[in-house]
Every structure is written in C-alpha cells, then in structure tokens.
C-alpha cells in the first residue's frame, strides 16, 4: 500500500456511513495551451496532475474543462481543470458544480498566490479575490466569497512593472527542484480535506 493510499485508509476510520455518500469537487486553476505549461500561474492544474498520477486517474476533456474522478470509501471527487482560461473560471466551476449537484461547501478551488511566500499553503473558507482574476470570476459567478480556497505561494520576486511576466513565467531551477517537496505536502492536505473537513485541515496544514 502506498503512503497517499495509506493517509486515506488513516482518515476513513473517522466517517460515518451517511457521510460516506457525500460528493467533491477539486478545481485546478490555470490556462490551457502549450506557453503556460509549468508556468507558476499553472500551479492549480500542476498539483491535480501530480494527484491524477499517484491515484493513477486520467483527464479526459469534457464541457468547459478536462475532468477526472476518483473514490475514497464512497466518496466520489470530481476534479475539474477549466478549458475557459483563468479569467472565464467560474463558469466552468458552476457548470459542474450543477451537473454533479455538489453542494458549494464540497468544493475546493486550488489556486497561486503571490501574496505568500514560495510553496506556502493557506486553505481559507472565505475571504475576497486577492487580486486573482480566477478567484474574481468565480465570486462574480457563483455571487459570494465563501468558499474553500487552497492557495499555494508562488512568491512576489518580481520588479515594479514585472507581475504579468513573472506570474506567467516558468518555474525557476531553483523552485522546480523544490516543488516535489511541497506538492507531496499537498497531496496529505487534500485526503485530509475530503475525509477529515476543512477546519481540521486548516490546523494541520496552513502556512506549512
């Protein structure tokens, strides 16, 4: 049994059969094509690829996003990573939301941050945009800023001027070497959210 299979097994003993039938979503936030590929704007599709490669699930595409599922003791996740660019976000996120009928406080929208430090990870279960034009359209969207966002640092080491590049822009060597470490910090905080809930993860993982 692997060791992200095993945090699962760890956090089922603690769920009830009713809640066992509850159903998730995870959104990666990011834009499609070839330039953004393991750009640190693209982090949100990063970190549901790694997940799809250690729970060895595929995307395939679908309306508005490439979708894959996944089980945990009952629970089906949906994961979604929006075919509409970051900007146009909500719509996919609202779209899949209704389809699936996913209540709003089971979805997790997984986004960057320059407003904390490299690989820093903040879950947060309201709060305003931050800035961010995937976050913005999805409060403009679904009409309320209370939802469950994971925020992963990518830092702010950028000149006046500079955002839109830096933000685009590809990992440094520097980072890349250090992201397996943080991604695998990841992939225990989001067993955790599904299984454990969201306040439970808070105290574990944030600003770890």
């Not at 936030?29 to 690829?49: A, E, S, W």
């Not at 961010?132 to 009409?143: S, T, W």
């Not at 925020?151 to 250090?178: C, H, M, N, T």
Request: aromatic share 10%; charged share 25%; glycine share 10%.
């Amino acid at each position: 049994m692997s060791y992200f299979s095993r945090l699962f097994k760890k956090q089922e003993s603690i769920l009830s059969e009713t809640e066992a039938m509850k159903k998730y979503m995870l959104v990666g936030l990011g834009n499609i094509g070839p330039d953004y590929v393991d750009t640190r704007h693209n982090v949100g599709f990063r970190i549901l690829d790694v997940l799809a490669h250690k729970l060895d699930f595929t995307f395939e595409p679908a309306k508005l996003a490439s979708i894959g599922t996944f089980k945990v003791k009952g629970r089906q996740v949906l994961c979604i990573k929006p075919s509409t660019f970051m900007n146009r976000s909500g719509k996919a996120v609202k779209y899949w939301m209704e389809k699936e009928k996913i209540p709003l406080e089971n979805v997790l929208i997984i986004t960057d941050d320059i407003n904390l430090p490299f690989g820093t990870l903040r879950l947060k279960s309201k709060g305003s945009d931050g800035g961010h034009n995937g976050l913005k359209d999805i409060q403009l969207v679904l009409q309320t800023g209370q939802y469950h966002r994971l925020r992963f640092g990518i830092g702010s080491e950028f000149s006046k001027g500079q955002q839109v590049d830096y933000v685009l822009g590809k990992w440094g060597p520097e980072e890349e070497a250090a992201l397996p470490e943080r991604l695998d910090r990841i992939m225990e905080l989001i067993p955790s959210f599904v299984l454990a809930g969201p306040k439970i993860t808070m105290n574990q993982f944030n600003g770890s």
